[in-house]
């Protein structure tokens, strides 16, 4: 079992930026993914970026040059700075874990872009 504690998230003008957190804790296996996944209210929910098992970053085309994915292996925390935030980011922003058993995802944070 993987716990997952998110932090970061907010209202924020367009232009501006946010960095949100996650750390995992608990069965943490050595082979594993972590990443960030986002859901807009009646869309479904999509990869953002994420560090997979074969240890490559990858970054969907959407926000490709705005966010940047990171990571602490020491605290077995990911990051995701948001750069250049538009309203369409608008959304509940996921922490994902994955390993051989399966997913865990964090509890969600709101990330809202408005002026």
């Known amino acids: 079992q993987v716990q997952l504690v998110e932090s970061g998230g907010g209202l924020v003008q367009p232009g501006g930026s946010l960095r949100l957190s996650c750390a995992a804790s608990?069965?943490?296996?050595?082979?594993?993914?972590m990443g960030w996944y986002r859901q807009a209210p009646g869309k479904q929910r999509e990869l953002v970026a994420r560090?997979?098992?074969?240890?490559?970053?990858n970054t969907a085309a959407s926000v490709k040059g705005r966010f940047t994915i990171s990571r602490d292996n020491a605290k077995n925390t990911v990051y995701l700075q948001m750069n250049s935030l538009k309203p369409e980011d608008t959304a509940v922003y996921y922490c994902?874990?994955?390993?051989?058993?399966?997913?865990?995802w964090g509890q969600g944070t709101q990330v809202t872009v408005s002026s």
């Open positions: 994902n874990y994955r390993d051989g058993t399966g997913d865990s």
């Open positions: 560090f997979p098992t074969n240890d490559i970053a």
């Open positions: 608990g069965s943490i296996s050595s082979i594993h993914a």
